[in-house]
């Protein structure tokens, strides 16, 4: 996972802004849906969509923290 990200997610959780790291999570869904799209067209987006599977985790991980 990309150190920004964490420290974002760790920002947000201090924060206690659950509803920033509910759209963060919905975007790089967005964007992870988008790129495996492209990759059915014929292009090789296998390391930027590990990245958001990298970048999800923690935002999940963020979220856990915050609900419990």
Do not use: C, P, W
């Not at 964490?6 to 988008?34: F, G, P, W």
Request: aromatic share 6%; glycine share 6%.
């Amino acid at each position: 996972m990309s150190e920004a990200i964490k420290s974002i997610v760790d920002t947000y959780v201090s924060l206690n802004n659950l509803a920033a790291l509910e759209e963060m999570l919905q975007h790089r869904h967005r964007l992870r849906n988008q790129l495996r799209l492209k990759t059915r067209q014929g292009y090789d987006f296998g390391r930027a969509i590990g990245a958001f599977d990298e970048d999800v985790r923690a935002i999940e991980e963020g979220i856990a923290r915050l609900q419990s």
